[in-house]
């Protein structure tokens, strides 16, 4: 739902309450009536606040308008957050530092670094930053321009850092998926690729937090850095969910995308 749908039924909403207003004045006075006048205003003026502390004028709102660059996420969703603890452990291994396996891939495979493209609607395209000659879907199939949550390709990008660790890499080249199915060559820049758009992610949304230190050894106590921290983080699992439902058929006819037109820009080389 658009900000511009909301306004429209906030104001429609309204208007129905100010309808009642006038049919109240309208009557004969009486103390009932009198009572049901403070009642609607009590209730006009709750409501009036409920809406604006919890939809047009939430502070969530607000941020994701100062934050974050505009996208269907927040469009269909809105932005919202829930405070997260970080396991910071150095030696006790969760589901996602596991050796290379099946089990391991299954834990990175469920946060969603896979999924296919979505759909951007035609409408939504210029807010969300694309240019109108970008690649886009025939209308036969729907039209839009296909595209990925930004947020997954970078835990794509990490999970492929993962797989080519020194202790992983020799696992996943000899099984040859995905990006393992390239040439080494190619392969390498994809990994170095994927290393500095985390660099630039990290970068970009620099957390500020601080890591203090705890003891550990009650026989000689020495001082470790607190890795195990809290924080307000965006609900990953509603972005996640968003994304899966919306993916594209994984088997696209050839003429799935819309050629490109006389005038589009099509680059000499990969940018
Ligand atoms: C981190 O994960 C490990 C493995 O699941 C667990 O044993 C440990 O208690 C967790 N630590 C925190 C602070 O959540």
């Known amino acids: 739902m658009s900000m511009s749908d909301k306004d429209e039924d906030a104001e429609s909403l309204l208007s129905g309450i100010e309808h009642y207003h006038e049919k109240v004045h309208r009557g004969t006075f009486s103390v009932s009536k009198l009572l049901l006048l403070c009642l609607s205003y009590l209730l006009t003026a709750g409501g009036g606040a409920w809406l604006g502390s919890n939809w047009l004028f939430s502070p969530a709102s607000i941020c994701a308008e100062l934050t974050a660059r505009y996208s269907p996420v927040i469009g269909d ?39 296919r493209a979505i759909a951007v609607p035609s409408d939504q395209a210029s807010r969300s930053g694309f240019a109108q000659d970008q690649v886009k879907i025939s209308e036969k199939y729907g039209g839009g321009f296909p595209a990925n949550v930004e947020g997954l390709h970078h835990l794509h990008c990490l999970n492929l ?4 660790l020194y202790y992983n890499f020799d696992y996943y ?36 937090g601080m890591l203090g230190q705890v003891w550990w050894d009650p026989q000689a106590p020495k001082s470790f850095v607190d890795f195990n921290t809290k924080h307000m983080c965006r609900s990953f699992e509603e972005i996640r969910q968003w994304a899966e439902e919306r993916q594209l058929p994984e088997h696209m006819p050839k003429d799935f995308l819309a050629p490109p037109k006389e005038g589009d820009l099509i680059y000499d080389a990969v940018p």
């Open 77 to 115: 969703l809105g932005l919202s957050y829930k405070t997260v603890q970080y396991n910071g452990s150095f030696f006790k291994l969760n589901a996602f530092r596991q050796d290379a396996g099946p089990e391991v891939d299954a834990a990175w495979s469920s946060l969603g670094v896979d999924y």
């Open 161 to 164: 850092l993962r797989k080519s």
């Open 173 to 208: 080249h000899a099984q040859g998926e995905g990006a393992f199915k390239n040439n080494d060559v190619i392969l390498k820049n994809h990994i170095t690729h994927c290393l500095d758009i985390i660099r630039q992610q990290l970068m970009c949304i620099v957390d500020v």
